[in-house]
Nanobody, 120 residues
Framework: QVQLVESGGGLVQPGGSLRLSCAAS????????MGWYRQAPGKQRELVAI???????TYADSVKGRFTISRDNAKNTAYLQMNSLKPEDAAVYYC??????????????WGQGTQVTVSS
């Protein structure tokens, strides 16, 4: 069984910073990619940032230059450093991982979500 556990959400003022963490645990062979998505009320879930093996990263245009995704392979953990936060960044942020399980079957996993609120 694979689990993704997120942490780091909360309330921050506009212009502030937060760092989200997502730790993968369980029995698996490899983590192929880890990423962050977000969903605001009444909107579809959207990609924020993703990092794949070998360190390649992709960002949504709306967060480029403000957010940074990173990954600690030794800890099976991904991070999302969010700077210069705007009210429109407020959403539930979900961690996603594409993992090759210990039985060699690739599978997609989601975290439980963490709320980010940007308000003065």
């Amino acid at each position: 069984q694979v689990q993704l556990v997120e942490s780091g959400g909360g309330l921050v003022q506009p212009g502030g910073s937060l760092r989200l963490s997502c730790a993968a645990s369980g029995n698996f062979f490899a983590i192929n990619s880890m990423g962050w998505y977000r969903q605001a009320p009444g909107k579809q879930r959207e990609l924020v940032a993703i990092t794949v093996t070998h360190g390649l990263t992709t960002y949504a245009d709306s967060v480029k230059g403000r957010f940074t995704i990173s990954r600690d392979n030794a800890k099976n953990t991904a991070y999302l450093q969010m700077n210069s936060l705007k009210p429109e960044d407020a959403a539930v942020y979900y961690c996603n991982a594409h993992i090759t399980r210990s039985d060699s079957v690739p599978a997609n996993y989601w975290g439980q979500g963490t709320q980010v609120t940007v308000s003065s």
